[in-house]
């Protein structure tokens, strides 16, 4: 299936992809409105190592760890994509403490978000991809060793 | 065809019914359920008292789970005995259910020590099931004085989900700390402080001598009223299946990686079993919501004939109190490497080139990436450890390993 | 401060009502003008650090940044203008040459604006290049001046060696260390895809790009750098660089700074050495000397390779071009004084050379009148800036164009003209690894395709109106080109008539 992934030769560390996450998330149409003066919660996050930077966002894994930990029944797997459902979910962090890459946050309300490929809100593909400027992050099918 | 039967209807019963699913989708399976309940997860109920979820959103699957599995449940029944003669499992309303493959998911029970007097106390609630949080929930009242006896994960979220509707509580514990079975001293201390800032009060290293009627005669001379009484000392699994079956039992059901019991075709998965914990390198009960997941899905994978390996379960909690997250993992053992503020600590455990466990209180942002380190037993030295002991990061792992979890071009 | 003090030339405006404080702008400026006040929760900004190189305007995701001339002005005078008294300062103050970057940015004539192109009406049709055959193909090297045959009456078909085109543009010398290697590589890609040819520079060829050599031209400069048999071997063509547009009569200067890890061992200089090219070739002080080296460098490559020597445009280039056309070169590439450079003496970029469409007339014109036109191809550069400049650039007799500054545009330049800070933002001529990164080959190898096949097409449609269906019929057709505004003087240099006419 298609994943978003991430080429860190190409990334510049610029963090936009985190601002586009967060405001096509938001439901608003002005990013302005939607990311001035509040901190933003994306789904995905700059990795910052010695020179070296990447986006990490849900790997989408085959094996779930984080859908198996989680102790709502907040978090399935529909068509390869790990996904959601926020009303379930009661922050209790487990998922954070199991996935592998990070990729789980709670939002500003302490319930869960991640990446789910941008398939539910208006952008309807992965925004961090689209507004890459060095096509760092990309979103294809790849053959993985999982 | 095949037949399956899982004793139990928690969160091991699901992985188990999933297991199976992947490797079986035709054969039937029976889950008999104590529990008038569709599943859910036990740990929700504090949440429930804390009006932050409600049995609708309860529901681990979908309204059609069942349905869609190929499962039949017998709500309100209980197993009694297994004649691993015939294969068959004797349920409380004289059924015999015959099986090919046996799940215990029996989980455990609460254990009640002898207090004196404490059959004249009036409200007394265990704090384990929907039902003993839905009686509390409609005990509770804004004038009400709570004493919770037991200062583990179940007393305290208990605590945290009545605080906010009760006039006071208190929580006592054996134990000279919060959390004791996962938190060390600072770092229990630091979560008491939290709590203590939130309306709780301890008497730790106590213990009731003896209650006489809604009032508690403590060990240390205190005298503590109160109008309902949680007793949350701890859990016991649930052997006696097995163990009358004559099957092997320790403080839980043994069962191997894959996870059988000593006894041919029947399996055992979640809070009843004693199991490998890979992070100390022998077998003990790991009565975790994960693991109970993942010991289900095991065993449901062996049962239907597949051949499936849980070798790198590990202890691990993640557990919040009014906003301040505390996770845990592994084991305490080794060198230390510690961070401290005012409100966060983070302490690694590290010994033999390994990641060993960590404990981290307001510092959790992607504390995964440590757990898979000690899970995976990724060598120290094939990290940047130093950027790792400051932020839980990819970044710390070499190229190769990036490459590899990421499936990027590097 | 003080009496150093010059008021910055730009001012970064910042719309507080759109900015959100993300701080792309900050991570992404290596001049380090943006920076994000905690105590304010604003974003702040030192302009006497901005060269307005756009990177951060481009960048910033809800458009609050605009970067805008200073109007900060010292008194109008129109003999003594702002930017002559900033470098009596700047001069003033450093004891040092001014250094430029890029083409001349002084407002001489552009001819190229000053000439028109026919097209055909009623009693000579135009072509409409979506419906019938129109050639852009172009072949460089020596033809020969008549058809041969052998004893049967066979066209004998040996020809000196050629290089093949897919359109009339070439990406012209821009050497590995001026420029990054992601801009080497875009620009070695899109060479290879569009089927003509890029040019190392002087600066060797990376190991790396040999796969790339049948689209690479490799040039032999004064310093030699990165010369041995086995570069000479790896392109489709040699080139000896004479001189350069942008600063004619002086060689190149690379700082050790910029000589670091490949880009030593590609120029084969030790690491943090000066790469200083000689102003002359220190063997080359005649045509006949000229010659020998053409020779040695065929004789080196067995004769399989055309050569190609490029000089700048300068005064007597007519001449020149002759004395190169009989010195065995294939090729001759001139150099305008616009065309572009990563670090030149200002005084030398603005004021030395000559415009190249004057240049090319002149030489197209000498070349014919001496009848050895047909010896050497004819590669004009130095500010080719459209599909319409290379139109009248073959009309005035070019076989092709060389383009650079354009394929940098391509490649995100904005023209900023600070290349010899070494901090480009945008990945090109800079060796800093987190800059050189910010230039995805394969973004730019797109876009330079894509640049090359708009081109080509509007060659296309061109040409097409002109009733012409090759470039072969309209080189040094100068019957479709007229002037504007230009006098007779001018007019007989180009070989055109005035429009009208």
């Known amino acids: ?146 | 065809m095949r037949q399956y039967v899982i004793i139990g209807n928690g969160v091991a019963a699901a992985g188990c019914i999933e297991g199976i699913r992947t490797m079986d989708s035709k054969s039937g399976i029976t889950v008999v359920s104590e529990e008038n309940r569709a599943v859910y997860c036990r740990p929700l109920i504090s949440y429930f008292l804390e009006k932050k979820t409600d049995p609708e959103r309860m529901q681990y699957r979908d309204v059609h789970y069942y349905e869609r599995m190929g499962c039949r449940v017998l709500y309100g029944k209980k197993a009694v005995q297994i004649h691993k003669e015939n294969c068959e499992a004797e349920l409380d309303d004289g059924t015999f259910l015959p099986y090919d493959g046996l799940c215990l998911a029996v989980g455990s029970s609460p254990f009640v020590p002898r207090f004196e007097g404490i059959e004249n106390v009036e409200k007394k609630f265990s704090f384990m099931t929907l039902d003993d949080a839905m009686a509390l929930d409609a005990a509770v009242s804004d004038n009400s004085r709570v004493l919770i006896v037991g200062a583990g994960l179940i007393g305290l979220k208990c605590a945290e989900g009545i605080v906010g509707r009760a006039a006071s509580v208190a929580v006592c514990d054996l134990a000279d700390r919060v959390l004791s079975s996962i938190l060390d001293t600072d770092c229990a201390a630091m979560m008491q402080k939290h709590l203590e800032e939130h309306e709780m009060h301890f008497y730790l290293n106590d213990s009731v001598k003896r209650f006489e009627k809604n009032t508690a005669y403590m060990n240390s001379g205190a005298v503590v009223p109160f109008d309902l009484l949680v007793l949350a000392v701890g859990v016991r699994a649930n052997t006696s299946l097995l163990r009358e079956a004559g099957g092997e039992v320790n403080r839980g059901i043994i069962v191997n990686r894959q996870m059988r019991t000593s006894i041919s075709g029947i399996f055992a998965a979640g809070d009843c079993t004693e199991g490998w914990d890979s992070s100390i390198g022998q077998n003990r009960v790991l009565a975790i919501l994960p693991n109970a997941y993942l010991q289900g899905y095991t065993a449901g994978i062996n049962m239907a004939g597949g051949s499936e390996s849980l070798d790198n379960a590990i202890p691990m909690n993640s557990i919040g109190f009014f906003g301040l997250h505390a996770m845990t993992a592994g084991s305490y053992d080794g060198d230390m490497y510690e961070e401290k503020t005012e409100t966060s600590i983070k302490r690694l455990f590290y010994k033999d080139d390994l990641l060993k466990g960590f404990i981290l209180i307001g510092c959790h942002e992607r504390a995964g990436i440590y757990t898979s380190m000690i899970r995976e037993k990724t060598p120290i030295s094939s990290v940047n450890f130093d950027l790792l002991k400051k932020a839980a990061t990819t970044a710390a792992f070499s190229a190769q390993i990036r490459r590899k979890k990421f499936g990027g071009v590097v | 401060m003080g009496i150093d003090f010059i008021y910055p030339e730009f001012e970064v405006v910042r719309n507080e009502n759109r900015c959100i404080a993300c701080r792309v702008c900050e991570r992404q400026c290596s001049n380090e003008v943006h920076s994000f006040s905690a105590e304010r929760g604003i974003m702040m900004s030192d302009e006497t650090k901005c060269v307005n190189c756009q990177r951060c305007v481009s960048l910033c995701p809800t458009r609050a940044l605009k970067i805008v001339k200073s109007n900060c002005t010292l008194r109008e005078n129109a003999n003594w203008q702002n930017d002559t008294i900033r470098e009596i300062y700047k001069q003033a103050q450093s004891g040092g040459v001014l250094l430029s970057s890029m083409g001349n940015p002084k407002p001489f004539p552009v001819y190229w604006d000053k000439i028109l192109i026919n097209a055909s009406q009623v009693t000579n049709p135009s072509i409409d290049p979506l419906r019938e055959p129109m050639e852009t193909h172009v072949t460089l090297g020596k033809k020969p001046d008549r058809v041969r045959r052998d004893e049967q009456g066979n066209i004998l078909r040996e020809l000196p060696p050629q290089i093949s085109l897919s359109m009339p543009v070439m990406f012209s010398a821009m050497s590995y260390g001026s420029i990054s290697y992601n801009a080497h590589a875009s620009l070695a890609r899109a060479a290879t895809e569009l089927g003509i040819l890029y040019n190392t520079g002087e600066g060797g060829l990376h190991e790396d790009f040999y796969k790339y050599g049948a689209n690479t031209i490799v040039q032999v400069a004064s310093g030699r750098f990165g010369v041995h048999e086995d570069y000479l071997e790896a392109g489709a063509a040699i080139e000896i660089k004479m001189g350069q547009g942008a600063k004619p009569g002086i060689g190149g200067h690379l700082p050790g700074a910029k000589i670091v890890g490949d880009v030593s061992k590609t120029r084969m200089i030790p690491e943090g050495s000066d790469a200083i090219s000689p102003a002359p070739h220190h063997d080359i002080y005649s045509i006949e000397d000229l010659r020998q080296l053409v020779y040695s460098l065929k004789e080196a490559t067995e004769y399989q390779k055309p050569v190609i020597v490029k000089v700048a445009a300068v005064h007597n280039i007519a001449a020149i071009a002759s004395g190169i056309a009989r010195s065995g070169a294939d090729i001759i590439a001139i150099d305008g004084f616009r065309g572009g450079t990563g670090a030149a003496p200002t005084r030398i970029r603005d004021n030395v050379g000559i415009p190249i469409e004057l240049a090319l007339a002149a030489v197209d014109q000498r070349l014919r009148d001496e009848g050895i036109r047909n010896s050497v191809s004819l590669v004009a550069g130095g500010s080719i800036r459209s599909a319409s400049d290379v139109v009248k650039a073959i009309a005035l007799g070019a076989d092709a164009c060389y383009i650079a500054t354009a394929a940098l545009l391509a490649l995100g330049c904005h023209l900023c003209r600070t290349c010899q800070s070494g901090k480009c933002n945008w990945g090109i001529a800079t060796q800093q690894p987190e800059l050189v990164r910010r230039l995805n080959p394969e973004t730019g190898c797109e876009r330079l395709v894509n640049l090359m096949t708009a081109w080509r097409r509007e060659i296309m449609e061109l040409m097409g109106g002109m009733g012409i269906n090759s470039i072969e019929a309209l080189r040094g057709n100068r019957m479709m080109l007229r002037g504007v505004g230009l006098n007779q003087k001018e007019l007989d240099i180009l070989g055109i008539s005035h429009a009208g006419e």
């Open chain 1, 1 to 146: 299936m298609k994943r978003v992934y991430v080429n860190e030769q190409w990334c510049l560390g610029c963090h936009l992809c985190e601002y586009n996450c967060a405001f096509a998330n938001s439901g608003m149409t002005d990013m302005v409105l939607a990311l001035k003066g509040k901190p933003i919660y994306p789904r995905i996050h700059v990795e910052e190592g010695e020179k070296i930077t990447y986006a990490v966002s849900c790997r989408h894994c085959e094996d779930p760890l984080c859908v198996k930990s989680c102790i709502a029944g907040a978090l399935f797997r529909q068509d390869g994509v790990i996904r959601i459902d926020r009303k379930k979910c009661v922050g209790c962090f487990t998922c954070v403490l199991v996935c592998p890459y990070g990729a789980l946050a709670p939002n500003e309300d302490g319930v869960m978000q991640k990446c789910e490929l941008c398939l539910e809100n208006s952008s309807g593909a992965p925004a961090c991809v689209q507004g890459c400027p060095n096509r760092a992050i990309v979103y294809e099918e790849r053959e993985e060793s999982q």
